[in-house]
């Protein structure tokens, strides 16, 4: 007999947009109506936060899509840490569904154990029984300041463990819930796994690797994808075809009148996209405008934002709010400054070809930034050129820098920024931009302030 898996992930600041939030629930629900198999619903993490309402309420508005549908089985990603374990800990307590999690620790005990998280889980279809087991992401220390407390450990290892312990009980298919981004790949190929279901980078996935089905529905909550097994076939479910499921839609609408973040700040008149094409390609008008106000506001030589952290969403359009811009950078980060030399500004901006990062496509670009023009050498894998108000970047002299605090203790974004080098800081990311919007509105343009060039 096949088993059906209807697999999400990422869904992050899609409560933002309460029909949208509304559409996830109906197409579960759709798929679980149709004439075939009962499906499982699977989450592999960053399905609590960031995002406007996340923010506010510590990743709960999940529970809102939760209790809605009751998912069946889910992992966590480095997002859901978002508020620090105990939060995360909370929304385990009271959702509905079974969160696995095979290599997260604390103080030496397997994380939320005592809330009910599992290593694995066995799941019954008719007389078919499936194993399930989640990994995290071993850089989530790294990647998220709240999860520090956290140990993460070699998921590969740990998911070694998990199927031995799952092939022991005699389940009849394995499938692994993984928020490892490109590793999804390595853990395909070294443990006895059936299905991948992964997340961690927005982009869609749908491929077959020695046997096991890899997939990723990609951030947003548009698509959800169902795996039936052991044939391997996927189909994909669009959102937006999904009926609207009201209760939803007017639970999240009434937390939003709540937040009190409904000031309009500027109007917008040219739409600014902030889709994952435009934020991880090259220079964007919403990068522009993020790295202007950091610099703008901070009075600093040269702004940057790194591109993972500008969140998908609808584009700015007519008047936008506190909650707009919170929704561009929802996190609690400030916006800090860094004194420089120029030679050490160079080292930072060699961080800027993101495609190693273990949550990137090869070919992103991973930075946008004001106030400095560059050119990147695409053959060499450096920055070529690069000027500060017209000017060539001077190994000797000093520059001030304006960015995301997170930049300056992530091991893998920008690692040549160091804490050291942190001389001033200013309020959070999103009351930047609304001091900046009050101020000079919101018009930004592509001006030619990163060039991509394939070298001699």
């Known amino acids: 007999m096949s088993v059906r898996l209807l697999h999400y992930s990422d869904l992050e600041n899609v409560y933002d947009d309460p029909t949208q939030a509304a559409r996830v629930a109906g197409a579960i629900r759709a798929v679980r109506q149709d004439a075939g198999p009962e499906p499982i619903v699977m989450g592999s993490g960053d399905n609590t936060a960031p995002g406007v309402l996340s923010l506010v309420s510590s990743g709960r508005q999940a529970l809102v899509l939760y209790d809605a549908v009751?998912?069946?089985?889910?992992?966590?990603?480095?997002?859901?840490?978002?508020?620090?374990?105990?939060?995360?800990?909370?929304?385990?307590?009271?959702?509905?569904?079974?969160?696995?999690?095979?290599n997260a620790y604390i103080d030496g005990e397997r994380f939320g154990a005592g809330a009910g998280v599992e290593a694995w889980t066995v799941?019954?279809?008719?007389?078919?029984?499936?194993?399930?087991?989640?990994?995290?992401?071993?850089?989530?220390?790294?990647?998220?300041?709240?999860?520090g407390d956290l140990s993460v450990g070699d998921p590969i290892a740990f998911a070694q463990e998990a199927v031995e312990g799952l092939r022991e009980a005699g389940v009849d298919y394995v499938v692994g819930l993984s928020h490892l981004g490109r590793r999804d790949e390595t853990l395909a190929t070294s443990v006895d796994v059936d299905?991948?279901?992964?997340?961690?980078?927005?982009?869609?996935?749908?491929?077959r690797l020695d046997g096991t089905v890899l997939t990723r529905p990609g951030s947003g909550g548009e698509v959800l994808l169902e795996i039936t097994i052991p044939e391997g076939t996927v189909t994909r479910h669009e959102v937006a075809d999904a009926p609207v499921v009201e209760a939803v839609a007017d639970e999240l609408r009434a937390r939003q009148r709540a937040t009190?973040?409904?000031?309009?700040?500027?109007h917008v008149s040219e739409p600014i996209e902030r889709t994952e094409t435009r934020v991880f390609r090259g220079e964007s008008r919403i990068g522009n405008f993020v790295a202007d106000a950091y610099r703008h506001v901070a009075q600093a030589d040269v702004g940057l934002q790194n591109s993972g952290g500008v969140r998908n969403g609808p584009p700015l359009a007519g008047p936008v709010t506190v909650a707009d811009l919170v929704s561009v950078v929802p996190f609690e980060e400030p916006v800090s400054v860094a004194a420089l030399s120029g030679a050490e500004l160079l080292d930072v901006l060699s961080g800027a070809d993101g495609g190693g990062l273990g949550f990137a496509e090869?070919?992103?670009?991973?930075?946008?930034?004001?106030?400095?023009?560059?050119?990147?050498?695409?053959?060499?894998g450096r920055v070529r050129e690069a000027r500060v108000a017209g000017e060539a970047v001077d190994p000797d002299r000093e520059y001030t820098l304006a960015t995301t605090?997170?930049?300056?203790?992530?091991?893998?974004?920008?690692?040549?920024?160091?804490?050291?080098?942190r001389v001033g800081q200013l309020d959070v990311q999103y009351e930047v931009l609304a001091d900046y919007a009050r101020a000079q509105g919101i018009d930004p343009a592509l001006e030619g302030r990163i060039s991509r060039e394939r070298g001699d």
């Open 70 to 102: 009751r998912p069946d089985v889910e992992t966590f990603g480095n997002h859901d840490f978002d508020y620090g374990p105990e939060a995360t800990r909370d929304i385990v307590r009271d959702s509905p569904q079974t969160w696995v999690s095979s």
């Open 123 to 147: 799941l019954a279809r008719g007389d078919e029984r499936v194993g399930v087991f989640g990994v995290l992401d071993d850089a989530t220390p790294s990647l998220n300041p709240a999860a």
């Open 405 to 421: 605090d997170y930049l300056f203790y992530s091991d893998d974004e920008f690692p040549a920024l160091e804490e050291s080098h």
């Open 195 to 207: 299905a991948v279901l992964g997340g961690h980078i927005p982009s869609e996935r749908v491929e």
């Open 362 to 380: 090869p070919e992103w670009w991973h930075a946008h930034v004001s106030g400095i023009e560059i050119v990147w050498d695409e053959a060499a």
């Open 260 to 266: 009190g973040l409904d000031e309009v700040v500027a």
